[in-house]
């Protein structure tokens, strides 16, 4: 079991995974990630949460090691997805007095997943609701959309330590050395990012709270400068821009569109743009470029026209930021096609939907090839990007 201290009567029973390719199926993990899991030792014993069936064999041994013989009295279900609550029934047939704790959302929807007898075995909270474990007492708060309906954090006033569920998670492995950032964002911005307005909700409430420790469900638990991480959530939640620069996300058939995208970025590198990222959309990690979307203000959005419409991996990207509420930046369009050009139109009408968007215009236009003309063009943009 991993040495993470907690305090002396709360436990870290989570597991690592690092055979995962994709979390959720979709993300690409390349440092696995972490399932967190935490005893709070007390008259009453409670777990916080299981993990994901993954991570089964490495928990069990865990939280039997800490329990040393001991039945648990309570199984606070925090969140319901797999990933977290994956033994649910496991450890409700393991230990039968054991009572689980949830909200009134909870359990209608631990039916859907399990097939055991809840009756006489649940403790119902509601927003602001207390449990008394002994010298420790859990407060708990809704946090709807954060990012399932059900979700709830908990708050252990003695140690003043906040169980956060999928709040200021990361992605990657706890043996991994890295800054927590990178993958904070990403995690972030492709998993809650939709939900800004729930996360803002929640953060007020927290702001109620006198927190010295947050303990997620996912990556390392948080114990210094936490402004530093509430201050991340606030901007991301808001939608605003974390730092200057301009990301070109392109969509290219044969090349032609490609190039064009990096003459551009070479152009606003001399021009001096503070930082230029690209990103090939047929092969780049999609979530990758979908963050880096979220983290500068500006966007430079690069497609070849098909079949009469925007080539497929753009209006996937495009589904994407429209899913996750993409707002408040800059965006700028490079549209190339041989015969009907296409792809400038189909842009253009997933940005209207978008709320807050500056559209720099106008479209760029390549025939084909980038030529004269439509260098030109390239250039007059890119004096209008670095110049604000």
């Known amino acids: 079991m991993k040495d993470i201290t907690i305090t002396d009567s709360i436990k870290y029973v989570g597991v690592d995974d690092k055979t995962i390719d994709l979390f959720e199926s979709q993300y690409v993990v390349p440092n696995g990630v972490s399932y967190n899991s935490y005893v709070i030792l007390d008259e009453k014993i409670a777990v916080m949460d299981t993990v994901d069936k993954r991570g089964t064999e490495g928990w069990l ?69 207390t449990l008394s474990l002994g010298k420790h007492t859990l ?53 809650v990012g939709k939900y800004g307005v729930q996360v803002q909700a ?30 991340k959530y606030l901007t991301w939640s808001s939608y605003e821009p974390e730092d200057e620069g301009i990301v070109i996300a392109y969509a290219s058939i044969h090349g032609n569109t490609a ?22 959309l047929s092969r780049d990690d999609m979530a990758d470029a979908i963050e880096d979307a979220y983290r500068y203000d500006t966007l430079v959005l690069a497609a ?24 408040k930046r800059r965006v700028a369009l490079i549209e190339n096609g041989t015969w009907a050009p296409s792809a400038g139109k189909v842009m253009k009408a997933k940005i ?29 943009l890119a004096d209008k990007l670095v110049q604000k």
């Open 61 to 129: 041994a865990n939280l039997e090691a800490v329990l040393d013989g001991k039945t648990p009295d309570y199984l606070v279900v925090s969140h319901l997805e797999p990933d977290h609550a994956g033994n649910v029934q496991l450890l409700a047939e393991k230990y039968p007095t054991m009572q689980i704790v949830g909200n009134p959302k909870t359990f209608p929807m631990m039916k859907q997943f399990f097939d055991f007898d809840l009756e006489g075995r649940t403790v119902t909270v509601k927003e602001g609701e």
């Open 139 to 191: 407060q708990f708060f809704m946090a709807p959309m954060v990012h399932w309906p059900e979700v709830m954090v908990a708050y252990e006033q003695s140690e003043k330590i906040l169980f956060s569920a999928d709040g200021f998670g990361k992605f990657g492995a706890l043996d991994v050395e890295e800054e927590w950032i990178t993958e904070a964002r990403r995690y972030y911005i492709n998993i």
């Open 202 to 231: 929640l953060l007020k409430k927290a702001a109620t709270l006198d927190i010295q420790m947050i303990c997620p469900l996912h990556g390392p638990v948080l114990k210094e400068d936490l402004g530093y991480y509430i201050g």
């Open 259 to 280: 190039f064009a995208a990096r003459e551009l970025a070479k152009m606003l590198e001399e021009k001096g743009a503070k930082c230029v990222k690209v990103y090939d």
């Open 304 to 327: 070849a026209s098909y079949d009469a419409g925007v080539f497929p991996c753009m209006e996937d990207y495009l589904n994407h930021l429209v899913s996750k509420k993409f707002q």
């Open 352 to 380: 209207d939907v978008m709320k807050d968007i500056e559209l720099v215009e106008p479209t760029v236009l390549i025939k084909s090839t980038l030529n004269a003309e439509s260098r030109k063009a390239l250039e007059e």
